[in-house]
Nanobody, 119 residues
Framework: QVQLVESGGGLVQAGGSLRLSCAASGRTFSSYAMGWFRQAPGKERERVAR???????DYAASAKGRFTIFRDNAKNTVYLFMNSLEFDDTAVYYC?????????????WGQGTQVTVSS
């Protein structure tokens, strides 16, 4: 059974840092591109960072220079290091394959981890 379990969120002041982790299980994800996505209240989910199976990375404009995505294939884990956090980074953060996993014809998402940045 596939599972993506995000952790590491919390409440942080603007300018602070957080490290998010995503533990994947149920299959080997090393051959997948992986992404971190976020969804703020009232907004659509958006991708903030992506890492290919080869380790190439790509970031949304809002994340560039502040966020770093990293994967440890031996641990089947993907990380998102977030620095210089801003109020607008407040959202629920999810990891997934990119494009997102589909199970029984439906997109699968984990429970996410809440990041709240106080201004």
């Amino acid at each position: 059974q596939v599972q993506l379990v995000e952790s590491g969120g919390g409440l942080v002041q603007a300018g602070g840092s957080l490290r998010l982790s995503c533990a994947a299980s149920g299959r080997t994800f090393s051959s997948y591109a992986m992404g971190w996505f976020r969804q703020a209240p009232g907004k659509e989910r958006e991708r903030v960072a992506r890492i290919t199976d080869g380790g190439s990375t790509d970031y949304a404009a809002s994340a560039k220079g502040r966020f770093t995505i990293f994967r440890d294939n031996a641990k089947n884990t993907v990380y998102l290091f977030m620095n210089s956090l801003e109020f607008d980074d407040t959202a629920v953060y999810y990891c997934n394959t990119d494009p997102p996993l589909r199970i029984n014809s439906r997109q699968y998402w984990g429970q996410g981890t809440q990041v709240t940045v106080s201004s």
